[in-house]
């Protein structure tokens, strides 16, 4: 069975700083991962997705993530936050191995970017 | 703007009452999702389409629950006899194989 997990409920990070948004997965065949972020009252935005390659993916916005199979992780990241980063972000996974494209996501994790 | 789109928006309805949903996606993706959201959650998986087959139902679809995509174009979700704990967002999603699911903006149904 799919799983996702998000360690972090908040992370608050200054403008200009680093941040990381953490993630880990459970899947039986090939990992699918995918970071979303969703703004109040409107739906998730699509930034970034690991499929196969290079570990470390580029995506939306500054915002890149790398792949560690032995950790089974997947972190979001980007080198200097803005206060407009400032959402609810999912992890998501999908099983390669299986015909349908059901993804599960994670239980999300509220970034804060301080001024 | 090409994106998925829900509607309504926001839905107040008293217990006991039946909403429909409808979703339309982007035009070129066959694959079509429900999913719920409660506060503070991430989206649980409803269902799933391809073109018009209804392929997968979660275990939390109840009968209560039900969804069409005729001719594999929009989706509706009908909630039949609403009850408190249905209060969520409903988020509609569309992909072509192998692509990232779009979302919509969702249907807020608060149950009074």
């Known amino acids: 069975a799919q799983s996702v997990a998000q360690p972090e409920d908040q992370v608050n990070v200054a403008e200009g700083n680093p941040l990381t948004v953490k993630c880990t997965y459970s899947v039986s065949g090939n990992p699918y991962l995918f970071w979303y972020v969703q703004y109040p009252n409107r739906g998730l935005q699509f930034l970034l997705k690991y499929i196969t390659g290079d570990n470390l993916v580029k995506g939306s916005y500054g915002f890149e993530a790398e792949f560690n199979k032995s950790q089974t992780s997947f972190h979001l990241k980007k080198p200097s936050a803005l206060v407009s980063d400032s959402a609810l972000y999912f992890c998501a996974v999908r099983d390669g191995e299986t015909s349908y494209d059901k993804v599960i996501f994670g239980p999300g994790t509220s970034l804060s970017v301080i001024p | 703007d090409t994106g998925v789109s829900q509607d309504p928006r926001h839905k107040i309805t008293k217990r006991g009452q039946n909403v429909t949903f409808r979703c339309d996606p982007i035009s070129e993706h066959n694959r079509l999702y429900w999913y719920r959201q409660t506060l503070g959650q991430g989206p649980e998986f409803l269902t799933y389409f391809q073109n018009e087959a209804q392929l997968e139902k979660s275990r939390l679809l109840s009968d209560r629950f039900s969804a069409e995509r005729p001719k594999g174009s929009f989706s509706t979700l009908e909630i039949q006899r609403t009850e408190q704990g249905d209060s969520a967002m409903y988020l509609c999603?569309?992909?072509?194989?192998?692509?990232?699911?779009?979302f919509g903006d969702g249907t807020r149904l608060s149950i009074l």
């Open positions: 999603a569309s992909s072509s194989r192998g692509q990232p699911q779009h």
